[in-house]
Nanobody, 114 residues
Framework: QVQLVESGGGLVQAGGSLRLSCAAS??????????WGWYRQAPGKQRELVALIKETGTTNYADSVKGRFAISGDNAKNAVYLQMNNLKPEDTAVYYC??????WGQGTQVTVSS
């Protein structure tokens, strides 16, 4: 079993910043593909990929967050981070981290006020 725990969400004004963290524990060595992802789901919408960092270090971003969000990982700590700058009200959602496309955190709420 692998457990993921996110932290760092909260309420921020438009234009502000937040940094999300996600730490993994448990049987991490059992995971074949150590790709990390941040996803989000707004009310009434489908969950969408926000940012991805592959075990090779390659990153991908949704067009809506390019230039504002940055994903990074710390292999020694089995953790991934999402730095979110210049936040907009449309970034409001529950943010989830994922590992290996199979394991998910419980989500952390991000609310951006206008």
């Amino acid at each position: 079993q692998v457990q993921l725990v996110e932290s760092g969400g909260g309420l921020v004004q438009a234009g502000g910043s937040l940094r999300l963290s996600c730490a993994a524990s448990g049987s991490i060595r059992s995971i074949d593909v150590m790709d990390w992802g941040w996803y989000r789901q707004a009310p009434g919408k489908q969950r969408e990929l926000v940012a991805l960092i592959k075990e090779t270090g390659t990153t991908n971003y949704a067009d809506s967050v390019k230039g504002r969000f940055a994903i990074s990982g710390d292999n020694a700590k089995n953790a991934v981070y999402l730095q979110m700058n210049n936040l907009k009200p449309e970034d409001t959602a529950v943010y989830y981290c994922a590992l290996g496309y199979s394991y998910w955190g419980q989500g952390t709420q991000v609310t951006v006020s206008s």
